[in-house]
Structure formats: C-alpha cells, structure tokens
C-alpha cells in the first residue's frame, strides 16, 4: 500500500443545465485518490443530488455561492478552485475540470509517477499531455492555440495559488509567484468540453463571459480552421462512453465559405515553424525539471 496519499478537487455549478460529463469526470479520478473534495457552486439544476448520488465515502462537499459581481478575468474560479484545494489533506492534490476525463489505462500510470518523483523536492507539479476534442468525439484540435500540456497534480505541501482555473502559481521561496517545477506525469487528460451539444456550449460561453467581462458570441462548431484538426485514432475511456452517445455532438463539417481570422492565419504560421523546427509555441504554465 501505497504512503503517498492523493486528493482529488474540483469545482462545479449547474453542471447539467451546462452539459458537462462531470459525474464521469468524478469516477474516473475516484479509483486514484484518497479523497475527492467538491466545491459544488448553488445551482439552477440538479448538480449537487447527482453527485451525492454517486454515493462514495472519498467524496466530501463544500457548499459555495458564487459571486456573481466577480467579473475580472475569470477569477470566480480561481477561488471556488482554492476553496476546494484548501480543503485536501493529501500529499499531492489532483485538480480536474468537470468536462476532463482519466483514462482508466492511465491510472497506474499516474500513480507511478507520483511514486517515481514524490521523494524529490524539485518535482513541484506533474504535466498532462492533453486530448481536446473538438466537433465530435472523432476529432482533436492540436494548434498552439490549445494548450498542449498542462499541470493537474501540485504538491500539497507548498504554497501555491490559482491566479484564474487553469493553472497554479507558486510562492515557495518568492514573493511573486512563478510557473511550478514539474515533470512528466506519462498520462493524458481527455478534454470533452468543446463536443458538448451545440446548445449546452452556448449556454456554457455566455457564463463564461459574463466573469471575464465579455460578451459571448455564438457558438457555431463549422466556424473552424480545418488545418487544426487531427483524426482520433485510439480508445475513448470506458465511463465516457454512454455521455458521447446521448450527449456529444456526433458529426459536424467544417464550413466551406468559412474565413480564417487573424488569430488564425497567425497560428497556421505557427504551426508550419513547429513542424519546420520542431518547436512549441503552445503556452505553458511550468518549467520542466524532471
């Protein structure tokens, strides 16, 4: 038996109504963690009886209401993020957003990993290479506009802090915080938020926007750079798959007429120096050590 323990985290509200799989998401980490801390947002739907009723001893929820006057920068989910790492008593605490999914293959390897670099104080964080299907489950979008690897594990014994919900910031020995030391963790994420039901993503962007003090625009899957697209060749996990079936977009083209953005044209640029050189220009938010 294994002395490193593992807390799992998340933050959800109206996580039916915004069609995300997070009652998959929460059972595909449940097998890894020691506990499961849940910051489960008051919601218009049915969110919190459903993951009570997942009926597992490892979960434990914490209660929020969200501020709704939170408008800079996405920063309402950096703190409902905290509220629920504050709250992990584990080794290492494990953050997965309610559309992320844990391949069942991949579970002893994550825990190898935490294993393999527990003991060395310079490994801070484990990165995740990252699946973002886009469309319908058929597809990946891989561009430096999608992020490539991301950190999802963080030591919980050091200081660190979530400047919006996507990453940490460490404040170790700086008073400025700084991108974690990480390593590899040899495991993917599988990222099902942009094949959600054309509808449920709109619902899902017009939130979003309203705490990043934007206005949403609407969602149209065939408004795409085709270029970006790689077929997915492998196996979706085993709990997602009754969600891709009743609840995915099941096939989509791209529109024909459809005319690149600027943003777009630039990343095209980009990617042809990627494959010419070998670089990356997706962002990231860790310094490799291991």
Known sequence: MSLVSISGFTFIRNGVELGFPFEESIRSLLPLVDEFVIAVGRSADDTLARIHAIKDPKIRVIETIWNERMADRGFVYAQQKMIAQYACTGD??????????????????????????????????????????????????????????????IRNTIRSYAPDGQYWLVTKEHKKGRNPQAALANAYIYHYGWVRSNESMQKKLDQVSKFWSKTSTPVRYSNFDARVLQPFNGQHPKLIQNWLETSAEKEFHIASNYQLTSRERRHRLLMKLEKMFGWDFSRKHYKLVA
């Not at 997965?96 to 527990?118: C, F, M, Q, T």
């Not at 060395?120 to 690897?149: I, K, T």
């Open 92 to 153: 290492w605490a494990f953050y997965l957003e309610g559309d992320e999914i844990i391949h069942e293959n991949d579970l002893p390897k994550i825990r190898a990993s935490v294993e393999k670099h527990h003991q060395n104080p310079q490994v801070e964080a484990l990165v995740f290479d990252y699946l973002h299907f886009y469309g319908s489950p058929q597809w990946v979008a891989n561009s430096p506009a999608w992020y490539r690897r991301e950190c999802r594990m």
